[in-house]
């Protein structure tokens, strides 16, 4: 039960640093109480501290009030992801703050739901996709199913060509969804995807929040001297389709 594990009380700050859009939320009992989005793309280091001081002061608070802190930890731009880690081991050991690490391709992907709050007609499946760079892309499947996002492939380290020859059907129609179509959306398109609007591509704090809520509920956190950001390379990429089973966000 949540309330056994995590007080509704609690202050939580909500990083997302992973890609190009950086924001910070501040909530309570996995409800958001104020989201920023930083002013421009990669201001995360500029502009991070002085968002959440900001937020703070407006609410009443000060540092010392964050009781969790939940991070976007990747996969996703090495920088970024390393700034999160960082303020949430910062927290963690200033404050004994709780840490809860959450997948930014989970949250990306949650972004489905809120375009189906928008009135949009959802497929059967939606698919979140970064950037690697060097022709890869980090991505990762999922199932929409009454109003829930179910994933059913590990996070994959591949190439445009690869994902379109092995996911795109039109027997199975497809969103796609995430910052890495910001300059590569024509590699994918297909019969059987559907790009989503642009604004429903980048990872936020509030789905973060969200999402981390959840993992907290089930004492899903992390100690901050083994926490390190989730890159998906070397040995923990999944260059083919490797399925687990399913599991919803």
């Known amino acids: 039960m949540i309330k056994d594990l995590i007080s509704p009380e609690e202050l939580i700050l909500s990083v997302e640093t992973s890609g190009r859009n950086g924001s910070v939320a501040l909530g309570r009992g996995g409800q958001v109480v104020q989201e920023v989005l930083f002013s421009a793309p990669l201001k995360h280091s500029a502009e991070l501290f002085a968002v959440t001081v900001t937020m703070l002061k407006s609410q009443g608070l000060n540092a010392s009030d964050i009781k969790q802190v939940y991070i976007s930890y990747g996969p996703g731009s090495f920088t970024g992801l390393r700034i999160a880690v960082t303020v949430a081991k910062m927290y963690s050991f200033a404050n004994k703050t709780r840490i809860v690490p959450v997948n930014t391709l989970d ?18 499946r939606v698919a979140a996709i970064l950037d690697a760079k060097r022709g890869q892309f980090f991505a990762a499947v999922f199932n929409i199913k009454n109003a829930k996002i179910i994933r059913t492939s590990e996070d994959m380290l591949i190439t445009a060509a690869e994902f379109v020859e092995k996911f795109a059907s039109p027997d199975q129609p497809t969103w796609l969804l995430g910052e890495g179509l910001v300059y590569y959306k024509e590699n994918f398109k297909s019969s059987g995807f559907e790009i989503l609007n642009e604004k429903y591509w980048p990872a936020n704090a509030a789905n973060v929040l969200h999402l981390g809520w959840e993992q907290a509920a089930k004492g899903d956190f992390i100690d901050p001297y083994v926490l390190v950001p989730h890159y998906v390379r070397g040995p923990e990429a999944v260059a083919k389709t490797g399925m687990t089973p399913l599991r919803e966000i």
């Open 107 to 124: 949250s990306i992907a949650a972004n489905a739901l809120i375009a189906v709050k928008d009135g949009i007609v959802p497929p059967s």
